[in-house]
Nanobody
Framework: QVQLVESGGGLVQPGGSLRLSCAASGITFSIYNMNWYRQAPGKERELVAR???????NYADAVKGRFTISRDNAKNTVYLQMNSLNSEDTAVYYC?????????WGQGTQVAVSS
């Protein structure tokens, strides 16, 4: 059974930083690409960052230069380091993996950027 559990969200002031974590279980983590998505109020869910099993990471234009995705295969965990946060980053952040059986999502972690 695939499980993804996010953590690390919270309330942060503009310009601040947060690091999100997503712990995966029920899969051979190291052989899959991993994704972070977010969904802001009233908006569609959007891809934020992707990390392949090897090679280059990918980022949405809105977060390039501020966010960094990384993974620790020994811990079955993917991270999202978020710096220079602003109000437009306020959203629920979801970890995602795409398998042949479909897309799997975590429960999400709320990030709120406000002074």
């Amino acid at each position: 059974q695939v499980q993804l559990v996010e953590s690390g969200g919270g309330l942060v002031q503009p310009g601040g930083s947060l690091r999100l974590s997503c712990a995966a279980s029920g899969i051979t983590f190291s052989i899959y690409n991993m994704n972070w998505y977010r969904q802001a109020p009233g908006k569609e869910r959007e891809l934020v960052a992707r990390i392949p099993t090897s090679g280059r990471t990918n980022y949405a234009d809105a977060v390039k230069g501020r966010f960094t995705i990384s993974r620790d295969n020994a811990k079955n965990t993917v991270y999202l380091q978020m710096n220079s946060l602003n109000s437009e980053d306020t959203a629920v952040y979801y970890c995602n993996i795409r398998l042949v059986t479909g897309d799997y999502w975590g429960q999400g972690t709320q990030v709120a950027v406000s002074s």
